[in-house]
């Protein structure tokens, strides 16, 4: 089957319809939807659409093992080339930020919901691996979801987290990159996470990111206080 059918390319849909466009997929609005789509060039190979299949379904697998959680945007339907998810009218977190000022009684609100939402996604044996604030989407509410499972990592059910280590992620860097995002919203600066920094190139070939040393401390705190406060 030739991987680009029933795939459009980018440049079908108008600017206007564009949501986002990301390593291996495109997001396009349909009136009160957001429809994410493998990407595809008008220069794309069957076999580079293909890979951003895989990667779609994937992602797919990730929602529907999470199920409805509040603090995931809805997931709402699938084929094999699209994914339905509900539109998410403040769009994402890095972008609202860098136009509005956030008042602190929100910032614990989202937090909260933030903190409470990735130990959900944990007991349901997902690592995100990619947790930053252009992942976060706020709906009309400014309620905020966690969005973009594509590096997530789906793990049995009966893995234990704890131990859980998958190329150097792990539920630790997971959480050093959710207080990272907590840093960027209080101070408005981004924050760098780098779980295989000052890790010498022949340890990690062999253990990964396995010490975690790199995860600030102060970040655990503030997730197991917002936790503790929940």
Excluded at 71 to 94: H, I, K, Q
Excluded at 97 to 114: A, D, E, G, I, T
Excluded at 133 to 148: A, E, Q, T, V, Y
Excluded at 195 to 223: C, M
């Amino acid at each position: 089957m030739s991987s680009s059918r029933n795939v459009d390319a980018v440049g079908s849909f108008s600017q206007e319809q564009i949501l986002g466009i990301g390593r291996t997929g495109l997001v396009v609005r349909q009136e009160q939807l957001a429809i994410k789509l493998p990407l595809k060039w008008s220069t794309s190979s069957d076999e580079e659409v293909e890979a951003n299949i895989e990667s779609l379904q994937h992602e797919q697998s990730i929602y529907k093992r999470l199920g409805k959680c509040d603090g995931v945007v809805p997931f709402l339907s699938c084929s094999e080339t699209a994914t339905t998810l509900l539109l998410m009218e403040n769009g994402d977190l890095r972008s609202y930020l860098k136009q509005n000022k956030v008042s602190k009684y929100l910032q614990l609100s989202w937090f909260r919901v933030m903190a409470r939402t990735l130990a959900y996604i944990h007991e349901r044996r997902i690592i995100v691996a990619d947790i930053a604030s252009r992942n976060f989407l706020l709906d009309s509410g400014l309620s905020i979801k966690f969005c973009d499972f594509t590096e997530s990592i789906k793990l049995p059910l009966d893995t234990s987290m704890e131990k859980a280590d998958f190329g150097g992620n792990s539920i630790r860097t997971d959480i050093g990159q959710l207080g990272s995002v907590m840093y960027e919203v209080i101070v408005g600066e981004k924050c760098e996470f780098d779980i295989f920094k000052d890790i010498p190139p022949e340890e990690l070939a062999i253990n990964g990111a396995a010490g975690h040393d790199v995860i600030p401390s102060a970040q655990l705190l503030l997730y197991n206080d917002v936790g503790d406060n929940a």
